[in-house]
């Protein structure tokens, strides 16, 4: 309820917007709408765009959960894109049946690798972990553009992109004709993963624990060190295996720009989303089509191309705000 | 002394919900006077400051300061009528230097930091005083004692009449107490009201003019030096006692030991340890008591027997070594801990009162597939929740917004629900009573007794005498991380271990 009101008054504004920038508001919700949602073509586009979104905000909410900020959901794309199109491009001749689940897993684990780093530094030396999560976006990207400029760059094309990976790399489509992969299909897949993870297991039990009081559970016998640095290896393996689908099935090959920030919508989601996975899917979803459907605007309304951005921050505002304004649960001691 | 009366609070009253913290208390504190303000944990030496700091609304009594009188709404009242107040947790930024934490919002001109002018008047006021302290260094780098010095320089430097110290010798060596009181003696012959709240009588008698006993509440007594005894004030202090809990008393003790310490010692705050040399045993089905005035080492004796600090010296449970063991392994032989700050160490506020029953046991209850059943976790919140009236009575409640009193029965629910399935070799309890109603504390204490009759070993480290006298078996006292004495019921003597307490002799 709060949430739709939060929604409604980022509409509001962001009609208000279209109406300065002297375009009809009317048929700029209509092309909205009918972009994202309303055509087949623009759902595909959205569920496309969901996929990075839905794993990248699982990946947030799952660190938050026990109390940890990942910001590195980037470079972690990175990552498990890195390891994908590396395998892939070595390991052509495998057959598909072994090659695309290998390159999704592996992915997982190039994403898990870079997010353990943080994680044993945290549970080791206490280091903060959004400096390391931070600054090893600038490691993945600048290695990124490093094998997309260098080794694996693809001499016909003339950017910062890798060769094309071996079509046995590749995520199936589920619509041909309108281009949607199968991407979402594993995003939907481990939002269920996730929850049963976090409520269903004993280890998430122990992970929501960790959030609620860490000295709690340390006194109580939870083995704290072993307990964040797995929790940042899921967290990066769901982040890397964003990265992995995004180049099995979206581009293809490893391309520099892979993630346009990504990791920061991801935390907006999982914010907005509770960090609880089905909330973490409609922010998702709802910043998909937010996002497809002002790129449209951009085209058939003539509005900037940080039109997008503005409503992003409008919604998060409007949700955070409402959000403050109810008092926090405190213990009454 | 005293010739003009500087303070005057009187008939102060403060409740906290149902509980009474002062209870028409009338104080007096003269021109030039040092006036020592002594008491046990709780018996509202530090409420009655608070309400003359401003930090506390009384609900009832009146302030005069020099024979007017007063209304102090707010911390900013009383810095206005020249009341300056050191508390006993520091509240100095440790990045900052002495004169930067000194003059941090109260800088003489609004726009820039005269560093030399302020570094002038400052050091004017420390050398007035005798002070020698570091000021151009990061308070971070300073002994505990020169930060004590800092933290007094910064409560004085806007000019006080009054100046309130609430226990300030407590993280002290004698020898920095003595200097520390020697500069407060200085402060107090230029004029100054000084209140010098402590519970070392050694201390009070050396260096005050006047000392207030209070007592649950009230005061109960208060008498010039040179009218006061050591054995008087601890009379005071001390008070009536009550009897001990009927199902107590001595039980055949056996042959089986369920912790032992030797030789521990914990690293502190700077170079005093917080536990020196520590060795004792409790045996099984025995009630083993550490008596000490908060901040004696008593948490990181606690917290050095569960695992959570490192020490150094060796830890049995049940004969068996587990010095050096992680936490968890410690539990699984049958340690049980209650911490004392349960909204710190104990709770999970934002998870159910039924998650936060099944924590700790959640590994030994959810062996299925997945592991964790919230339907199982739920079901078995019942029968505790039943057992020990946890209001409101639903599992699925958020356990952050109970009482105190619940969250604390929750606690020991889960502890002793872990004992009944790990076995319960020592149940380690640190003021498990603290700040609950009488009916909660009688019950809390009665399960401390059960968990005994049941065979386990308990220590209870608690800086309530009553509540020591009322069920242990045998009473330590922990004075300056040390256990300065080994008392059996027999030997109970609440004078002998007041004395103690205060740091005095046990004769």
């Known amino acids: ?333 | 002394m005293g010739a003009s009366v500087r303070l005057r609070m009187e008939d102060v009253t403060k409740r906290f919900g149902d509980f009474l913290a002062l209870d028409g208390v009338t104080f007096e504190v003269g021109v030039g006077e040092l006036h020592a303000l002594l008491g046990e944990n709780g018996a509202g030496k530090t409420t009655l400051m608070n309400v003359l700091s401003g930090l506390y609304r009384a609900d009832s009594g009146r302030i005069w300061l020099d024979g007017q009188h007063v209304e102090i709404a707010s911390p900013r009242d009383a810095v206005r009528r020249r009341i300056g107040m050191v508390h006993q947790h520091f509240e100095l930024i440790p990045a900052l230097t002495g004169l930067e934490n000194v003059v941090v919002g109260r800088e003489t001109s609004r726009w820039w930091f005269r560093r030399d002018r302020e570094a002038g008047a400052v050091e004017a006021l420390a050398r007035r005083f005798g002070f020698t302290v570091a000021l151009d260094v990061p308070v971070g780098a300073l002994s505990v004692a020169d930060q004590q010095k800092v933290e007094i320089l910064k409560a004085i430097v806007r000019g006080v009449d009054v100046l309130i110290l609430d226990e300030p010798t407590t993280v002290l060596t004698p020898q920095e107490s003595d200097h520390l009181l020697a500069t407060v003696r200085a402060m107090a012959d230029e004029g100054l009201a000084v209140v010098f709240i402590s519970h070392r009588i050694r201390e009070v008698l050396e260096h005050c003019d006047r000392v207030t006993v209070m007592r649950g509440g009230r005061v109960a007594g208060s008498l010039a030096i040179a009218e006061a005894t050591e054995a008087g004030l601890v009379e005071l202090m001390i008070g009536e006692r009550l009897a001990r809990l009927e199902s107590a008393g001595p039980r055949p003790a056996g042959e089986a030991i369920a912790l032992r310490v030797e030789g521990l010692t914990v690293a502190g705050r700077g170079a005093v340890p917080a536990v020196r040399n520590a060795g004792f045993s409790v045996g099984r089905g025995e009630i083993v008591g550490i008596a000490g005035v908060a901040g004696n080492g008593q948490q990181e004796l606690c917290e050095a027997i569960v695992g959570l600090r490192p020490a150094a010296g060796r830890v049995e449970l049940d004969g068996r070594n587990v010095t050096g063991a992680r936490v968890g392994a410690r539990l699984d032989r049958g340690l049980l801990y209650i911490p004392e700050d349960r909204m710190a160490d104990g709770i999970l506020p934002t998870l159910s009162v039924a998650e936060n029953l099944v924590l700790g046991l959640h590994r030994h209850v959810f062996t299925g597939r997945l592991g964790y059943d919230p339907g199982r976790a739920v079901a078995m919140a019942a029968a505790p929740i039943a057992e020990y009236r946890i209001a409101p009575p639903s599992p699925t409640a958020i356990a952050g917004l109970l009482s105190g009193g619940n969250i604390q029965k929750i606690l020991i629910a889960r502890a002793l629900a872990r004992g009944a399935r790990t076995g319960t070799a020592l149940l380690l309890a640190h003021n498990p009573s603290r700040g609950l109603d009488i009916r909660t504390t009688t019950f809390v204490r009665r399960c401390l007794v059960e968990a005994s009759r049941a065979g386990a070993g308990v220590l209870l480290v608690s800086s309530d005498l009553d509540e020591l006298l009322q069920i242990a078996d045998r009473i330590l006292v922990m004075f300056h991380g040390a256990l300065v004495a080994d008392l059996s019921a027999e030997a109970f003597d609440p004078y002998r271990i007041g004395r103690l307490m205060a740091g005095g002799e046990g004769g």
Request: hydrophobic share 55%; charged share 10%; aromatic share 6%.
């Open chain 1, 1 to 333: 309820m709060k949430y739709l009101a939060a929604i409604g008054i980022a509409a509001l504004a962001g009609l208000l917007v279209v109406l300065v920038m002297g375009g009809d508001p009317g048929s700029a919700l209509g092309t909205f709408l009918w972009s994202s949602l309303g055509s087949l073509n623009g759902l595909s586009q959205t569920l496309n765009k969901t996929c990075p979104l839905l794993l990248g905000g699982l990946a947030v909410g799952l660190a938050l959960r026990a109390g940890f900020f990942n910001i590195g959901v980037d470079g972690q794309i990175y990552a498990g894109a890195i390891v994908a199109t590396g395998l892939a491009l070595g390991a052509g001749g495998l057959p598909a049946v072994l090659l695309l689940p290998a390159v999704l897993v592996l992915g997982g684990l190039g994403g898990a690798a870079l997010a353990v780093v943080p994680g044993v530094l945290r549970a080791r030396w206490s280091v903060n972990e959004i400096f390391v999560t931070v600054m090893l976006n600038f490691v993945a990207a600048f290695l990124a553009e490093y094998l997309t400029t260098g080794p694996w760059n693809d001499p016909m094309a003339g950017e910062a992109i890798s060769r094309l990976v071996p079509e046995g790399a590749r995520l199936p489509m589920i619509s041909e004709r309108s281009g949607a992969h199968g991407g979402i299909v594993l995003a939907l897949a481990f939002v269920l993963v996730v929850w049963l993870l976090l409520e269903r297991t004993t280890w998430g039990f122990e992970v929501r624990a960790l959030g609620s009081n860490p000295r709690a559970s340390r006194v109580a016998g939870v083995r704290q060190a072993r307990l964040t640095v797995t929790v940042f290896a899921m967290s990066g393996a769901l982040a890397g295996l964003a990265g992995a689908v995004e180049v099995s099935a979206l581009h293809q090959r490893l391309i520099l720009g892979l993630t346009p920030g990504y990791g920061i919508m991801a935390l907006l989601i999982a914010v907005l989303g509770k960090s609880r996975p089905p909330g973490v899917l409609v922010a998702a979803l709802g910043m998909a089509t937010l996002l497809v459907g002002s790129d449209s605007l951009q085209r058939s309304v003539n509005l900037p191309a940080s039109a997008a951005l503005v409503f992003q921050a409008l919604i998060v505002l409007s949700v955070l705000f409402a959000e403050a304004r109810r008092p926090a649960a405190r213990g009454t001691a």
